[in-house]
T-cell receptor
Framework: SQQGEEDPQALSIQEGENATMNCSYK?????LQWYRQNSGRGLVHLIL?????REKHSGRLRVTLDTSKKSSSLLITASRAADTASYFC?????????????FGQGTELSVKP | GAVVSQHPSRVICKSGTSVKIECRSL??????MFWYRQFPKQSLMLMAT?????????EQGVEKDKFLINHASLTLSTLTVTSAHPEDSSFYIC????????FGSGTRLTVV
């Protein structure tokens, strides 16, 4: 399968709590990205981390990358009900063909008010 | 920032008919665009890479005669689902941009 793995598949938390999602992949990568998708809608690009980076922050988002373990995590701090969505990691392979992405299975996050 | 427009957002068609989906880059030129398919509660699977002025590159298992891709200009790629069947019902989404990371809003295709 070309797909990577994400866990958990579903996560339900209370507003204000932190949410952590994990992603593993199979091949050497150029970069890894996280996307958000509201039900039945398009994808929103959240953050990109390059293979030579270990951690990156953007607002309430923190992404880590461990290339030795071929894994990444997305942490959303102080979650809000509006964060309810599906979250996908996607990898751009080394020697990427200009934008071709391999997506993980996704985590469905539900934040209860 | 870069914007990719996809049309239509929803379409219902009868079995055996063809449906065309458009993907446009609104404020930039895109020599390459990507088409993905997403079944309910599943992830996105890359179907093909659309190349301006040349043939599309299809992923393994994707029928090129069924999913016709045309990239006739630097701002427009089209995906035509030919002789659609109920199993083709899915969410189709395109991406473009120099890094391919800007996505359209997707098209929900229902074949009845």
């Amino acid at each position: 399968s070309q797909q990577g793995e994400e866990d958990p598949q579903a996560l339900s938390i209370q507003e204000g709590e932190n949410a952590t999602m994990n992603c593993s992949y199979k091949t050497s990568i150029n970069n890894l990205q996280w996307y958000r998708q509201n039900s039945g809608r398009g994808l929103v690009h959240l953050i990109l981390i390059r293979s030579n980076e270990r951690e990156k922050h953007s607002g309430r988002l923190r992404v880590t990358l461990d290339t030795s373990k071929k894994s990444s995590s997305l942490l959303i701090t102080a979650s809000r009900a509006a964060d309810t969505a599906s979250y996908f990691c996607a990898t751009a392979r080394l020697y990427n063909q200009g934008g071709k992405l391999i997506f993980g299975q996704g985590t469905e996050l539900s934040v209860k008010p | 920032g870069a914007v990719v427009s996809q049309h239509p957002s929803r379409v219902i068609c009868k079995s055996g008919t063809s449906v065309k989906i458009e993907c446009r880059s609104l404020d930039f030129q895109a020599t390459t665009m990507f088409w993905y398919r997403q079944f309910p509660k599943q992830s996105l699977m890359l179907m093909a890479t659309s190349n301006e002025g040349s043939k599309a590159t299809y992923e393994q298992g994707v029928e090129k005669d069924k999913f016709l891709i045309n990239h006739a200009s630097l701002t427009l790629s089209t995906l035509t689902v030919t002789s659609a069947h109920p199993e083709d019902s899915s969410f189709y989404i395109c991406s473009a941009g120099g890094d391919g990371y800007t996505f359209g809003s997707g098209t929900r295709l229902t074949v009845v």
